[in-house]
């Protein structure tokens, strides 16, 4: 592969943001360049031979500057590989089951399918409810989401480590 690999996200509260690190982190122990960057922090997809883009997951949405990002450089990302990952779903057990199926929100799907992502994964995130707004607090109360930090460092780990793979 020519170039490095850019680790995009798209964080609210930084739980998606160290998952993202996590990942670069273990992409650059294979040996590969990596970087890792907000998408905000994004500029030309040029030096970048493979994208991982990752984002949070809020009430069933990607976060919006995800969104915007896949639909702004849906031409560079069907050109190479790409993986996507989603954060966010916490409690127990198996991380697509408890956001009812789904590995990209609805709406993403179609750009999805037009990108052929290499793979899309769902990790368990972190819920503090310390960061969180009034508001937001309310909502989880309502819903009642489990509140603490899911993330399955090994599950990304693997994930991570299989996008080394076939990259090298």
């Known amino acids: 592969m020519n170039g490095k690999v850019l680790v995009t996200y798209a964080s609210k509260y930084g739980a998606t943001a160290e998952i993202a690190a996590k990942i670069g982190a273990v992409l650059r122990q294979a040996g590969l360049e990596a970087e890792v960057l907000s998408v905000e922090g994004v500029g030309d997809l040029a030096p970048y031979g493979a994208i991982v883009l990752g984002s949070a ?24 590989p790409l993986w996507l990952f989603s954060s966010g779903p916490t409690g127990e057990g198996d991380p697509v089951k408890l956001l009812q199926g789904w590995r990209l929100p609805t ?8 990108l052929k992502p290499r ?26 989401a489990p509140v603490g930090d899911y993330r399955q460092w090994e599950a990304i780990t693997a994930w991570a480590a299989g996008i080394a793979e076939a990259l090298q």
Request: glycine share 6%; no cysteine; charged share 30%.
């Open 57 to 80: 997951v809020y009430m069933g949405q990607w976060r919006k500057e995800a969104v915007a990002f896949l639909e702004a450089n849906e031409p560079a990302l069907a050109a190479r």
């Open 107 to 114: 709406a993403q799907q179609p750009l999805a399918d037009r």
């Open 119 to 144: 793979d899309i994964a769902v990790f368990h995130g972190a819920l503090d409810t310390k960061k969180l707004s009034l508001a937001e607090k309310l909502v989880i109360k309502g819903v009642k």
